[in-house]
Every structure is written in C-alpha cells, then in structure tokens.
C-alpha cells in the first residue's frame, strides 16, 4: 500500500486493485504546484469526497469527467453532483460499506459542516463524514473535517483501525493536541499522517507535539507527493 500526501487533507490512497484520491483539491491549493496536478491524479479509479466544502470537493466533478472514473461519498452530494455532471456517482450513507474493487469503504461519523458554493450561495451538500478504508491487510480511519467525539470510541471498538489519517490543524478542525488526545484514548493505531495542517498560517505548522505523545505510534509527516509505503 502507498499513502501520498497531495497537501492539505488530499491523499492518494493506492491500495488492494484501487487507486482512490481521497479530498483532492487542486486548483488553489498552495501545497500542490500546477505543474504536479497531473502526476497527483494519474491512475486513479476513483474519487472518495468526505464532504461538501470546496477544499475538499471543489475539483472532484473536473477529475471525475477528465479521467471518467466515479465519485464516491454521501448521497445527498453524489445526487447534486449526479444532475449536473456527466460521471458516475456512488452515492451511500453512514454506516453503510460499499466496495471499490477489492477495496472496502464504510462511511462513519465526523463533527464538522457541509457546504457547496454555488451562484445562489451555499448548497446543502449533505452532512460530513469520516471514512473506514479496509485492504491489504490494513483499516485506515480518514477522519475527514472532524472534532473528537465520542463516536470514536465505537468506531474504534468496531472497525480497529491500524492506520490514521487525522485533521489536526485547529481552526477549522480539532488541533495537534486534540487529535493527539482522541488517538491515544480511542485508537491503536501502528502509523499516523496528521493532515489539513501546514496550509495556511492560522493552521498548526508541526506535529512535533503529536510525536512526543503519542509513543509508540509511528507519526509521520508526510511531504507533498512522497509516498509512504505501509
């Protein structure tokens, strides 16, 4: 499996028969130059969208119908996006699985908000979500724009993930030591990529406080289109 961080909370996840790009923001991301837009998004099967905010899904439908592969997220957006776009669109909801070949994708709980801008304002896009992405041996929980909750414990009880890729940028989402404290008490996980960080000034620039508490986990900071092998 290969984990590539695209900057922000974008990932590309190849995994099992699946190349999945999960949030990938392009256009007016300052971490991903132009010139790395394309070798961000070559080979990939399918797009997996956390939620509505266009940091996160603003570029979905343009990759989507550039390469005719699906958008993959909750039913409300995938229905939006299903009217106005010519792509494919699997549409579920929380706590429900589907299979992205031999890939295993359940939907799960986030704490955040959930929006599309359009010419009349925002859209209701449906509500935000955290996704359970079981293949090759491991479970990676991609928590998505999220605080704790106590919706982690379950979640953790029930799919055990080994994997964690957690916002922990503050601001928008829980910061470094909030996400430092929801892993150590509700998870167990062997890797963690700490993610929507870095970005921007008013966000956390260093997971060195991840790093000293949480010992024993392999916290890792990812760097722009370097793949980290698991």
Same mark, same amino acid.
């Given at each position: 499996?290969?984990?590539?961080?695209?900057?922000?909370?974008?990932?590309?996840?190849?995994?099992?028969?699946?190349?999945?790009?999960?949030?990938?923001?392009?256009?007016?991301?300052?971490?991903?130059?132009?010139?790395?837009?394309?070798?961000?998004?070559? $080979?990939?099967?399918?797009?997996?969208?956390?939620?509505?905010?266009?940091?996160?899904?603003?570029?979905?439908?343009?990759?989507?119908?550039?390469?005719?592969?699906?958008?993959?997220?909750?039913?409300?957006?995938?229905?939006?996006?299903?009217?106005?776009?010519?792509?494919?669109?699997?549409?579920?909801?929380?706590?429900?699985?589907?299979?992205?070949?031999?890939?295993?994708?359940?939907?799960?709980?986030?704490?955040?908000?959930?929006?599309?801008?359009?010419?009349?304002?925002?859209?209701?896009?449906?509500?935000?979500?955290?996704?359970?992405?079981?293949?090759? $041996?491991?479970?990676?929980?991609?928590? $998505?724009?999220?605080?704790?909750?106590?919706?982690?414990?379950?979640?953790?009880?029930?799919?055990?993930?080994?994997?964690?890729?957690?916002?922990?940028?503050?601001?928008?989402?829980?910061?470094?030591?909030?996400?430092?404290?929801?892993?150590?008490?509700?998870?167990?996980?062997?890797?963690?990529?700490?993610?929507?960080?870095?970005?921007?000034?008013?966000?956390?620039?260093?997971?060195?406080?991840?790093?000293?508490?949480?010992?024993?986990?392999?916290?890792?900071?990812?760097?722009?289109?370097?793949?980290?092998?698991?």
């Amino acid at each position: 499996m290969k984990i590539t961080w695209l900057g922000h909370a974008s990932f590309r996840l190849e995994i099992e028969d699946a190349v999945i790009l999960l949030d990938p923001w392009l256009e007016g991301n300052p971490m991903l130059p132009a010139a790395q837009h394309d070798a961000a998004i070559a $080979g990939a099967t399918h797009v997996l969208v956390t939620h509505g905010h266009s940091d996160h899904g603003a570029d979905a439908p343009m990759i989507c119908e550039r390469l005719g592969i699906p958008a993959v997220g909750i039913y409300d957006l995938m229905q939006w996006w299903a009217a106005r776009y010519d792509f494919p669109t699997i549409g579920f909801n929380k706590g429900g699985t589907v299979k992205l070949g031999r890939v295993a994708v359940t939907m799960v709980n986030a704490s955040h908000s959930s929006a599309s801008q359009s010419a009349g304002g925002p859209v209701y896009t449906g509500t935000e979500s955290g996704y359970m992405i079981a293949g090759d $041996g491991h479970v990676i929980y991609a928590t $998505g724009d999220t605080d704790i909750m106590a919706d982690m414990a379950w979640m953790g009880e029930v799919h055990n993930p080994d994997i964690g890729l957690m916002c922990a940028g503050g601001y928008y989402t829980m910061d470094m030591a909030r996400a430092s404290y929801a892993a150590r008490k509700y998870f167990n996980f062997r890797t963690l990529i700490p993610c929507h960080y870095r970005t921007f000034p008013a966000l956390e620039q260093s997971a060195a406080l991840m790093k000293e508490v949480l010992t024993g986990v392999d916290v890792i900071e990812p760097q722009v289109l370097q793949p980290i092998e698991v």
